[in-house]
């Protein structure tokens, strides 16, 4: 793409990023948090770090707390115990919109999009940078017009860094998915993130645009050199592109480190592949499923894993499920 | 881009929602250049060309800064009536349209901006029990603290307004409704109790919005009394108030409110504190009362305790949803239709079948009843064939031509917010 890393590079700097400055990217430190939903264990005692302008992913099979983690972070859930550490402050007592305003940008699994167009969703968010009020923008202040004329225009740039320049002044209902997920995306970038938190960016895209998005999410932490922390179950793309791997299941931390690593863990194998019955070692073969396997298509990768492998000896609840995180809920509270 | 490319020729990206068009998403990001002027072209044709907007706005503006030099004073009340209504309508819009949430209390604040007006401009009379009190203030400042008197009965409700959601501020407000009606009739040296009070008539630096003073003032010919006086505030006030929710809207706390009725979830994330947004949208929708109740005083001359009630609240409802929610000018739209039919009922009720006239015996509905009938009718109708009111209808799609394709149907009951696909 000719819109590459080019325009986004000296316009980051430029943009006004009020608590960012010259100060490097902060780590994110999780530590020893537990999410409890009456009785409902969701994350146990979960500690992990995501190092300074890194590419963090967190994975597991269904329903192993990644969401939740993920809200916590934002601060859509409060947590039992345990905090969250982001620039000197505790996410975990900070409301939603404070959590925003350090400079924490996320996305949504499903697509959150308001009404209107492209630009506008992207404008919503540029508002914690913006300052115009009721009666400012009731008057046109000219500040005011300043102010939304000079947002608009990086919030053009961000269109064009992610493919959306031509969609850009179109109402966002009548894009196609794989678009709408991108102005997601962009939307998130709109906010000058340090820490963009990407909730299964590439879910339900085709192959294609999967790679392109892979490529993207690459471009941004080398552009702009924030840390990225990313929930996906397309194993392909996380070992392609994370510099580092956390992977939960059932709420629990069960391997960290980096995606070689990760790919050869007996935990994570058996987390995904479910543990035989008997311990036999044929099933150590099937150790590089998760990563090569999975490629071709994301959450089915992991199921179809299963059911050729260890099939229905799978009784004790290790299985991955191809269900939904209800049904996990359910499974996890017996 | 080039998935939109794709779908062009396809018959259905309307502005509906729901085209999550899985078979379309081909491409790679890459933009293709050489298509996007088609693209281009297809969406500005979404809305009427500038120049015959500018056109329609213009011949629509001289109209009605013209009508009073036509029409009885019967059609300036009314008109005025509309005016007030179309005030009130903008505001009960920003709140229950773009934000989301309910409120069943507007007609409270339309009472405390009218009487708010009343006590600030009135010169204090009477003695002993009939006493009345007053500020005796210039009815220009005090029309504007009306509105700041409202604005202010919105804040202090701003605890609630703040942290209660969509129908349960609807509740909530609901005892606002009540709670003011108590006070109105039970503080008669404010408001004159069951009987009411008499307006102070507008008047800026001697020059007053009666029938005198001065006296025999005529414009072309024709004699300008106090409605056709007060016919130029009422617009001037809609202009404010409809270009200020204009601005709004298009404006940063627009989108943030936008937001926070499609996902409180993902607006907190954006940054968007919430509490503050949803009572400052409160707030302004109650400062927007206020000044349609101030302007309403003025033109009743005389304001009673009866006519802000519940029913009035529902009025405003059934506006914005005639109208078209979050829609500006389908607010406006609705506010007229929903004003004028009680009036026109009443004037034609003697021409009309099963009509008849108030103070008269007769079997038939009175005016005011059958207005209501008629305006539920219309809920009805434009919630199962317009799901975006009057608003909507203008700005539906005109028929492509050319392309042959039958037009898809759509289908009714289904509403203009997106489905709710959102868990966080």
Redesign the interface.
Known sequence: MSIGTTPTTPEAATAPRPDSGPDPVPALTVENLTVRFSGLVALDDLSFTVAPGTIHALIGPNGAGKSTCFNVISGVYRATTGAVRYADKDLTRLAPHRIAQLGVARTFQNIVLTHGTVADNLMLGRHRLTRAGFTASALRLPHTVREQRRHRERAAEIADFLGLGPAFDKPVGGLAYGDRKRVEMARALCMEPRLLLLDEPVAGMHPTERSAMAETIARVRDALNISILIVEHDMGLIMRIADSVTVLDFGRLIADGPPERIQNDPAVISAYLGTPVQDTEPEAEAEPEPGTAADPDTDTGAGTGTGTGTGTDTAEGTAPDTAQDTERDSEEAS | ?S??R??TGSPD??????????V????????A?A??PP??AR?SGRRAPRGRRAATLTAGVVLLLALPFYVTSFWLQTGLFAMAAVIGAIGLNLLSGTTGQLSLGHAFFLAVGAYGYVWLAAEPSGTGAGSLYGLGLPPVLAFVLAIVLAGAAGGLFSPISGRLRGMYLGIATLALVFLGHHMMLNAPHVTGGFNGRSVPPLDIFGFSFTDTSPDGLAVLGVPFGGLERLWYVGLALVAVAW???R??L???????L??VR??E??????????TRYRA?AFI?SSMYAGAAGALLALVFKRVVPDHFGLLLSIDYLAMIVIGGL?SVGGAACGAVFVALIPHLLTKYADDLPLLTAPGTTGSGVSPGDAARYLYGTAIVLVLIFAPGGLAGLAHRRPRRKGDGSPRTRRFPLRTR??PK????
Do not use: C, K
């Not at chain 2, 990206?13 to 899985?22: E, I, R």
């Not at chain 2, 379309?24 to 933009?31: E, F, G, L, S, Y």
């Not at chain 2, 979830?265 to 919430?274: I, K, N, P, R, S």
């Not at chain 2, 696909?421 to 966080?424: F, K, V």
């Open positions: 881009m998935d939109t794709d779908t990206t309307t502005d509906t929602v729901d085209t999550t068009g899985t379309d998403t081909v491409a790679a990001p890459a933009p250049p298509d996007s693209v281009q969406w270009l200020a929710a601005n709004i298009r404006g940063r706390p627009g989108r943030a936008g937001a499609d996902s979830v993902a607006a907190a994330v954006m940054g968007v504190h919430l400052s302004v979050g917010t997106a696909e959102h868990t966080p």
